[in-house]
């Protein structure tokens, strides 16, 4: 069965340091990818996707991940965060031309100021 | 002109009782979702509608049951409430299911109904 793994579970940074959430899925064949964020008592919002090309993606306030299919891997980092990104981060896959989305168990970061 | 809204944001109810959350999305899409999001923040799809038709369909007690008048609207409704159905329910859409379905599957998400029984 398709499976997405995050394996930090609560990261706790100081505001400037860098950033990076890590996340493998098992599925082997063509995936899609994504990474969503859920500020507290907020619905999730997508940060970023990749569904084919570079595969370094840059997404919305300063996040990239970079998809290396070798490792099965969709890593998102930040170079310095704030402490607004205080949030949940939820990485998500789906295979290639198909709507079922499955989800990591997330991965709660604490930024302190 | 909020993309994918649902009702109500709470629902505090006992147990045993019988309610319903509504999902509209005005984004045309064809593709509607629920997901359950547990104590733990884990998140769970519950079921998919294309253009009004069951989709998937995991492994959910009949206590809950989708229903799509059309493609704009996935209601959900839950009999019989238990304890463990306390949770966020999130409504999502997709353009996936039209006749170019490659590279639309990103979800939007609604903003969530906390479902409190007790």
């Known amino acids: 069965a398709q499976s997405v793994s995050q394996h930090n579970h609560h990261v706790i940074l100081s505001e400037a340091a860098s950033l990076e959430l890590g996340c493998n899925y098992s599925?082997?064949?063509?995936?899609?990818l994504f990474w969503y964020v859920q500020y507290p008592g907020q619905h999730l919002q997508l940060l970023l996707k990749?569904?084919?090309?570079?595969?370094l993606v840059k997404g919305i306030k300063g996040f990239e991940a970079e998809f290396i299919k070798s490792k099965f891997s969709f890593n998102l980092r930040k170079p310095s965060v704030q402490w607004s990104d205080t949030a949940e981060y939820f990485c998500a896959v789906t295979r290639y031309n198909n709507n079922d989305m499955r989800f990591g168990a997330g991965t709660r970061l604490t930024v302190k100021p | 002109d909020t993309a994918v809204s649902q009702t109500p944001k709470y629902l505090v109810t006992q147990m045993g009782n019988d309610k319903s959350i509504k999902c509209e999305q005005n984004l045309g899409h064809d593709t509607m979702y629920w997901y359950k999001q547990d104590s733990k923040k884990f998140l769970k799809i519950m079921f998919s509608y294309n253009n009004k038709e069951l989709i998937i369909n995991e492994t959910v007690p009949n206590r809950f049951s989708p229903k799509s008048p059309d493609k704009a609207h996935l209601n959900l409704h839950i009999n019989s409430l238990e304890l463990g159905d306390s949770a966020v329910y999130f409504c999502?859409?997709?353009?996936?299911?039209?006749?170019?379905?490659?590279?639309?599957?990103?979800?939007?998400f609604g903003p969530g109904t906390r479902l409190l029984v007790l």
């Open positions: 599925y082997g064949g063509t995936v899609n």
């Open positions: 999502a859409s997709s353009p996936w299911g039209t006749s170019d379905s490659v590279g639309q599957e990103t979800q939007y």
């Open positions: 990749y569904f084919s090309g570079d595969p």
